[in-house]
């Protein structure tokens, strides 16, 4: 399976790496699991992964440089 929306190019805008990306998308993921405020109004998506990716894409949610060392 491939992510085609949101594209992977956009958000590397954002993220300055492809793991930064995957642990930024996967913490995300689990805050809206576990029932956090969504960031948007409208999804494309309908699982958290898809959401989180969406919502990074939208700039609603980013790395916090203070927790990276």
Do not use: C, F, W
Request: charged letters at 35%; a positive charge; proline letters at 4%.
């Amino acid at each position: 399976m491939r992510v085609t929306y949101p594209s992977i190019d956009k958000l590397l805008d954002r993220v300055d790496s492809r793991y930064s990306l995957s642990v930024l998308a996967a913490k995300r993921a689990h805050e809206l699991e576990a029932g956090e405020p969504e960031a948007l109004k409208n999804y494309k998506a309908l699982k958290p992964v898809g959401r989180a990716l969406e919502e990074i894409e939208a700039g609603k949610v980013t790395v916090d440089s203070k927790s990276q060392g």
